[in-house]
Structure formats: C-alpha cells, structure tokens
T-cell receptor, first 112, second 112 residues
Framework: GAGVSQSPSNKVTEKGKDVELRCDPI?????LYWYRQSLGQGLEFLIY????????KSGLPSDRFSAERTGGSVSTLTIQRTQQEDSAVYLC??????????FGEGSRLTVL | GQQLNQSPQSMFIQEGEDVSMNCTSS?????WLWYKQDPGEGPVLLIA?????ELTSNGRLTAQFGITRKDSFLNISASIPSDVGIYFC????????????FGQGTTLQVKP
C-alpha cells in the first residue's frame, strides 16, 4: 500500500482481556517496528522485525506482550491479560532494511 | 542502553522567529533522523543524516550530524503556525542492532 496501515485505530477493552493490533507495512519494506507512546511521552521501542525474525525484542515490557510477522509483511502485536498501564498509542513503522522509518497513524488502546 | 537527551522540552515562540533544538548522547550514533508529530498522527520524517558533519536542509529546516557523532541539531527558520507540533530526534546506535532510539521530544508552539 501507499503507507503503513494500522488497525484498529481505536480499541477500548476491559482489564484482563486480550487484544490484537495489526500492522500492514509499506510494500517491499523488509524491516518492521513497534513502538508505544503514552500520553504526552516519547516513543518507547518494543520490538523490530527483519523479515519474519525479530533480532531485537528487548523493549517488550513483559511476557504478556508478543508479536509476530508472517510472510515478511503483516505483523500482529498481542497483549494478553491487559492492564490499565497498557493504555497508550501503539505505533508501527516500516523501513527498507533499517534506515528511515515510516510510521502509521497508530492504534490507540484504552484499558478500562 | 544508548539514550538520547533532547532539549529544550518545550518552546513557545512568536511567528517569524527562528527555532533551534538539539539532541545529545554519551555514545556514538551512526544515523540521526528528525521527525515531527502532529496530534493524533504518527511521526513524519523531516530530515535524515548519515555522515558525521553532514548539514542538510529541507525547506526552512536545517539539520546537522555532529562531528563527534554524539549530537545533532535541528533549526527551523521563519516559523509559521503550522510548525506547531512535537519534534523528535532519533538515531541508530553504534551497536547496529537496527533499533531506532528516540529522544523525549520538543513541543513547539507558535504564536501568530
């Protein structure tokens, strides 16, 4: 596609439920990144993929967070047993190799 | 891990004024990128720098990759109201894991 596409754009869930956030990168981009941005804060690195493998997953906050990428394209970020502190905007970005990142508009997650 | 210190945290200026913000690190970075984020949107790439000492312009924006590879600045000349937003510096560290590290952001407000 023309740009990075993320869905859903907004998600409201109850504490303890699982959520899945999807990212469609720019076609041909081999690297895919997930970041988290809390209200008024900077971007917190979560994980990045080169192809389908994740060389760096050091930013995942806990084992409730996981991500996968299939076919070198779409990625899903899964948060299990959501907590209120998981409320944030989750941003996905893609790049050719690991150069300039192009971001989607984010998925805003609210955990009640 | 590698961190970026961005300053100032916020700026409130008069339309037409020039603006300068910078990022520093205690360790070497291989690339420096500058992004702008508008409310409710993902960050948009403004300028990318790949060589120490490199000075690059994009319209009214000018950015430099510090000669020590530990800092970068962004200048905006003749600011206009649409320059309002949050500006982030970002860089790929020397460990070359592919992870892009972000500064804390500079919030710019422009008074017409």
């Amino acid at each position: 596609g023309a740009g990075v596409s993320q869905s859903p754009s907004n998600k409201v869930t109850e504490k303890g439920k699982d959520v899945e956030l999807r990212c469609d990168p720019i076609s041909g981009h081999t690297a895919l990144y997930w970041y988290r941005q809390s209200l008024g804060q900077g971007l917190e690195f979560l994980i990045y993929f080169q192809g389908n493998s994740a060389p760096d997953k050091s930013g995942l906050p806990s084992d409730r967070f996981s991500a996968e990428r299939t076919g070198g394209s779409v990625s899903t970020l899964t948060i299990q047993r959501t907590q209120q502190e998981d409320s944030a905007v989750y941003l996905c970005a893609s790049s050719i190799y690991t150069g300039e990142l192009f971001f989607g508009e984010g998925s805003r997650l609210t955990v009640l | 891990g590698q961190q970026l210190n961005q300053s100032p945290q916020s700026m409130f200026i008069q339309e037409g004024e020039d603006v300068s913000m910078n990022c520093t690190s205690s360790s070497i970075f291989n690339t420096w990128l500058w992004y702008k984020q508008d409310p409710g949107e993902g960050p948009v790439l403004l300028i990318a720098l790949y060589k120490a000492g490199e000075l690059t312009s994009n319209g009214r924006l000018t950015a430099q990759f510090g000669i020590t590879r530990k800092d970068s600045f962004l200048n905006i000349s003749a600011s206009i109201p649409s320059d309002v937003g949050i500006y982030f510096c970002a860089g790929h560290g020397s460990s070359n894991t592919g992870k892009l590290i972000f500064g804390q952001g500079t919030t710019l407000q422009v008074k017409p």
